[in-house]
């Protein structure tokens, strides 16, 4: 088996978690009620969670002294694996919602089927992490309702997050090569195979939500090759400066 | 506090040792729930004592499950558990993950559901109610851990900690916690 191929499949998912993670976490504090504000505040622990599994696995397969701290903090803008839609800013909290409901159903579908790889590891974190990631998705798919079918205000709100993010969709079906080698081994999943199940999902929440989906088929995407936008350089200079100020610092 | 250590002879046998060491693991709590310990919980899956007693003391492995991948509290409860174990002579111990199978509410043990109503938080349901992605779902009876009342709403999901959701009583309108299901 290829065994660096295994650890970049890994990091790609431990990437995508943490990077979502630090983004919800910039509302904590700032959420526009108390009790959204813990929502998100919990979401962003249980994806940090997730993560942290991915990275300590990654660690461990890595060896060399790798721990699940160096690989999130000592890493470098081209070295993360992450899509490009979870490190674009916050934006309003429509675009934060809709960013979330559409990266839930994306990792819920993907769980449901790495909760049956044939690497017992990956399935462990998987089938643990579905269960968080269900209410994530549930809790998501009100929001996306209860904006889009709002006011006159909430609408427009919903109609410019989906003008900002649509685009940034492809880039979860369209495989980067580590996907296809772990698809090869076995102990992947081919990411174009969850499409049908999101548009979907997303079909039936924006029906209710008195939305519709744009046509336009256009995508970017390079994250998963480590060509980020410059928003992902602002995350990793603030996420990662107290370890490389006072390397290996724990409190 | 006195060690048990003491009473263990080289003739205990490893499954008397075993029984000792969950007992020892009722006295450590959840950090964020103190009224219950780590055993209510059930996040402890299995304890393994080494046949023979080595140099370094007998080895005790001990397996331990998160309830959320991201609770902070795991960490808390991993040293509470070691600080124990060590306290009644214990030294050789290992506390390893398990992932698989997740979590579930349904481990906790009825001790533990009593104990976090009396505490004033509303315990996870006899029967898990499964949780699915559909949108606004019906929501499940939640009886009010003050006045028992079954008349009450959700307010929020996601809770003072992963583990709980807020609810609110239509009845004597207090605010509770909800253990909820998983």
Not at chain 1, 176 to 189: N, P, Q, R, S, T
Not at chain 2, 26 to 32: A, F, K
Not at chain 2, 88 to 115: C, R, Y
């Amino acid at each position: 088996m290829n065994t660096k191929n295994l650890i970049d499949y890994i990091l790609h998912l431990a990437d995508n978690a943490l990077i979502i993670g630090h983004r919800n976490s910039e509302w904590c504090g700032h959420g526009p009620v108390l009790e959204q504000d813990i929502a998100i505040s919990n979401i962003a622990l249980d994806c940090i969670g997730q993560a942290r599994n991915f990275y300590q696995y990654a660690a461990e397969l890595t060896g060399n002294g790798a721990t699940e701290d160096s690989l999130a903090y000592l890493r470098d803008v081209t070295d993360f694996k992450n899509i490009l839609l979870i490190e674009l800013p916050n934006g309003d909290w429509a675009q934060t919602i809709l960013r979330q409901f559409f990266f839930s159903t994306y990792q819920y579908f993907l769980y449901r089927q790495l909760q049956n790889s044939i690497d017992v590891q990956l399935a462990a974190i998987a089938e643990k992490a579905l269960k968080e990631v269900t209410y994530h998705l549930r809790w998501s798919s009100e929001w996306v309702i209860r904006l889009g079918d709002g006011t006159e205000e909430s609408k427009k709100r919903m109609l410019q997050a989906i003008d900002e993010l649509w685009n940034y969709r492809g880039e979860m079906f369209y495989a980067a090569d580590y996907e296809l080698e772990a698809v090869k081994e076995g102990y992947g999943i081919d990411p174009a195979t969850i499409k049908n199940e999101w548009d979907k999902k997303i079909k039936s929440v924006f029906e209710e939500a008195t939305l519709s989906a744009p046509l336009d088929a256009s995508m970017h995407k390079g994250g998963k090759q480590g060509e980020h936008t410059k928003h992902l350089g602002y995350i990793l200079s603030e996420m990662q400066f107290l370890q490389r100020a006072n390397p290996g610092a724990e409190w | 506090m006195e060690s048990i250590n003491k009473y263990i002879t080289n003739d205990t046998t490893p499954a008397e040792i075993k029984d000792i060491i969950w007992k020892l693991l009722e006295s450590v709590s959840d950090p964020e729930v103190p009224v219950i310990s780590v055993i209510d919980l059930g996040v402890v899956r299995n304890i393994e004592v080494d046949p023979t007693p080595t140099s370094g003391g007998r080895g005790i492995t001990i397996f331990l499950t998160p309830t959320y991948t991201g609770c902070p509290a795991m960490d808390v409860m991993k040293m509470n558990i070691r600080m124990v174990l060590l306290q009644h002579g214990f030294t050789n111990i290992k506390i390893i993950q398990v992932l698989s199978p997740a979590w579930t509410t349904d481990w906790m043990t009825e001790h533990g559901k009593q104990k976090l109503k009396a505490y004033g938080i509303a315990p996870p349901h006899y029967k898990q109610a499964v949780c699915t992605p559909d949108a606004f779902q019906q929501e499940e009876a939640i009886q009010c851990p003050l006045c028992n009342s079954y008349h009450t709403r959700l307010i929020s999901q996601f809770g003072s900690t992963a583990c709980k959701a807020l609810y609110q009583c239509n009845d004597c309108k207090e605010p509770f916690d909800y253990f909820k299901c998983h």
